[in-house]
């Protein structure tokens, strides 16, 4: 008999999106979960890649540091970025991540904290102003680049509810902790190398030399975005 999970991908802060993630072979009363196969480590990759590649804040937040400082502060972004999509994983295989999403008071409070963050960031932008000369206002930093790329991920709660749902599909009792460690290291690896590779490439001299020149309106238009995406965080933290 061939079963069919599904999950809905949560990765960024508001988009929900639902796709297939595995078909549990069962044979009888045997249940292959928990057992790593390369057909199931591929699901894995493949709805890790799905969710790292949905756009919102945290996509915004890579190409704004890779606008305002360069190739550098875009590739130091997506590396925290991926470390906090890792460290998320690693809460949620060690039981931690659920005590996250039982807890409507935490849940909220991260949420919560997530949508001011990003207003915060969304004001900078449209705070941003022309300049006489070539040089960026305020370029940014590696330091600051490395806290937005961790932040947009940590202070956003509903990653833990992506993990435990894909996880709870594909891990099992008889999964042992190299297992375990093995699917946290495949979803951390996959985002970072994702966002990696957007802003090694949105940091090409010539695109970037062309959206440095327009950069107050696109740093506005990010900063528009991005208070839209908290507003409706906020709205849907309401409603719910």
């Not at 790593?36 to 949905?54: D, E, K, N």
């Not at 890579?62 to 809460?91: C, D, E, F």
């Not at 460690?181 to 994702?194: H, P």
């Amino acid at each position: 008999m061939v079963g069919v999970c599904r999950i809905h991908c949560i990765h960024s802060l508001t988009e929900v999106k639902s796709f297939s993630i595995c078909e549990c072979k069962q044979n009888g009363n045997a249940s292959n979960l928990g057992v790593m196969t390369l057909a199931i480590w591929l699901t894995v990759v493949s709805i890790c890649l799905l969710g790292a590649m949905s756009p919102g804040p945290s996509l915004a937040v890579v190409l704004q540091q890779t606008l305002r400082g360069g190739r550098k502060t875009g590739l130091v972004a997506a590396l925290t970025h991926g470390l906090g999509i890792g460290l998320y994983a690693l809460l949620c295989i060690s039981g931690i991540a659920v005590m996250i999403t039982a807890s409507p008071i935490l849940f909220t409070t991260l949420q919560w904290l997530g949508a001011a963050y990003l207003i915060w960031i969304g004001i900078k932008g449209l705070r941003a102003q022309h300049r006489t000369d070539a040089t960026l206002e305020n370029p940014s930093s590696t330091g600051n680049a490395a806290r937005d790329g961790f932040l947009v991920v940590f202070l956003n709660p509903k990653v833990a509810v992506f993990f435990i749902a894909l996880f709870s599909q594909v891990i099992g009792s008889e999964t042992n902790w190299l297992g375990k460690l093995a699917y946290a290291a495949t979803a951390m690896f996959i985002d970072m190398g994702w966002y990696m590779i957007v802003a090694w490439l949105f940091s090409n001299p010539r695109w970037l030399g062309r959206l440095q020149q327009n950069f107050v309106w696109i740093e506005r238009a990010f900063g528009v975005v991005l208070i839209a995406l908290a507003i409706r965080l906020l709205a849907v933290s309401l409603v719910n």
